[in-house]
């Protein structure tokens, strides 16, 4: 009775060091993967979502500030035309 226990103790310890290589092998796997996408990601040149929202709202506030001093300088070359004329 005791050598079947032992056996069943040797095969369910086998088998959990099985499942810790499994799992090893699985993340190293995906990291490898991970690697290998953002190697082939930069090799094109593209941008990071940050990178391309960053540059967006920069160009967002300078329309913004575009549109306003050109709202300003009308106002003041309406002013400046009407100085003249009066």
Same mark, same amino acid.
């Given at each position: 009775? =005791? /050598?079947? %226990? ?9 088998? /959990? %060091?099985?499942? #810790?290589? *499994?799992?090893? +092998?699985?993340?190293? +796997? #995906? &990291? *490898?993967?991970? =690697? @290998?996408?953002?190697? @082939? ?6 941008? /990071? $979502?940050?990178?391309?929202? *960053? ?6 506030? *300078? $329309? /913004?500030? &575009?549109?306003?001093?050109?709202? $300003? !300088?009308?106002?003041?070359?309406? $002013? !400046?035309?009407?100085? #003249?004329?009066?």
């Amino acid at each position: 009775m =005791s /050598t079947q %226990n032992k056996f069943f103790d040797d095969m369910s310890r086998m088998m /959990t %060091n099985a499942m #810790g290589v *499994a799992q090893g +092998a699985k993340d190293e +796997a #995906g &990291n *490898a993967f991970n =690697s @290998w996408i953002d190697r @082939w990601l930069a090799e094109r040149d593209l941008v /990071t $979502r940050e990178e391309f929202d *960053a540059v967006r709202d920069m160009a967002i506030k *300078a $329309r /913004t500030e &575009n549109a306003e001093l050109k709202s $300003r !300088l009308d106002a003041i070359e309406t $002013r !400046l035309n009407e100085a #003249g004329q009066g």
